[in-house]
């Protein structure tokens, strides 16, 4: 298994360009995280997806669309980018919460993808 | 103030030494997490409790609910336990919206 992966590792944009971040995960999860992580800040979740064709907002969500087409994939797009997205962006995903049988449910992370607006 | 505090943000130690890391929080939660961020950025999970304590390794983390308060514990540490240890807290009670950070530890453990 591959976990999960993004696409891309590393983009430089130019203030106003537009660009889509890929979020693969090959573990059937149902729920998919984008969270972003700037210095000093901790992880801030962006979007979130319950399972496919669903979406909600997180903590961060301003100047970000997503969408969640395929189970496996969650899509990160920002349409206009501006110097404050500058970050460091984090895919997650996990099961399901599973409170009957008492299981608690870990997050896997991507690798990364480091984003410049310039 | 940030929901998720840990203490303290920058801890240096010799190899071997016995290493305590805190995290308080001041909301109600279904469980807690502790991650590991590598050198190289990437994030692994090590623990998730929601009561008692959870040993893996040389790793120990614990929880007090009533207090609010968990500790990760690396014993015999080692130069190659270096990273940024993470707590985060899943809001609430059940559902799929995500955690909330704190802003990490950065540990150096010194030859």
């Known amino acids: 298994n591959a976990g999960v992966t993004q696409t891309p590792k590393f983009r430089v944009l130019k203030t106003g360009q537009s660009m889509t971040l890929l979020c693969a995960q090959d573990?059937?999860?149902?729920?998919m995280y984008w969270y972003r992580q700037d210095p000093g800040m901790g992880l801030r979740l962006i979007h979130y997806?319950?399972?496919?064709?669903?979406?909600a907002k997180g903590e961060v969500p301003d100047g970000y669309n997503v969408s969640r087409l395929k189970k496996q994939n969650f899509l990160l797009g920002l349409e206009s980018a501006a110097p404050s997205q500058t970050s460091v962006y984090f895919c997650?995903?996990?099961?399901?919460?599973?409170?009957?049988?008492?299981?608690?449910?870990?997050?896997?992370f991507g690798p990364g993808t480091r984003l410049t607006v310039t | 103030k940030n929901e998720v505090e840990q203490s303290p943000q920058n801890l240096t130690a010799q190899e071997g030494e016995f290493i305590t890391i805190n995290c308080s929080y001041s909301?109600?939660?279904?469980?807690l997490h502790w991650l590991q961020q590598h050198p190289g950025g990437g994030i692994v999970s090590l623990f998730m409790l929601s009561s008692g304590k959870k040993k893996h390794g040389r790793l120990i983390a614990t929880i007090n609910i009533q207090e609010k308060h968990s500790s990760l514990h690396i014993t015999a540490s080692h130069p190659r336990d270096s990273a940024v240890y993470i707590c985060?807290?899943?809001?609430?009670?059940?559902?799929?919206?995500?955690?909330?950070f704190g802003k990490g530890t950065h540990l150096i453990i010194q030859p």
């Open positions: 985060a807290v899943k809001k609430g009670r059940g559902g799929a919206d995500g955690l909330t």
């Open positions: 573990m059937n999860h149902e729920y």
């Open positions: 997650a995903s996990s099961y399901s919460l599973d409170s009957i049988r008492g299981g608690l449910k870990r997050q896997y």
């Open positions: 997806s319950v399972g496919e064709g669903t979406t």
């Open positions: 909301v109600g939660i279904s469980a």
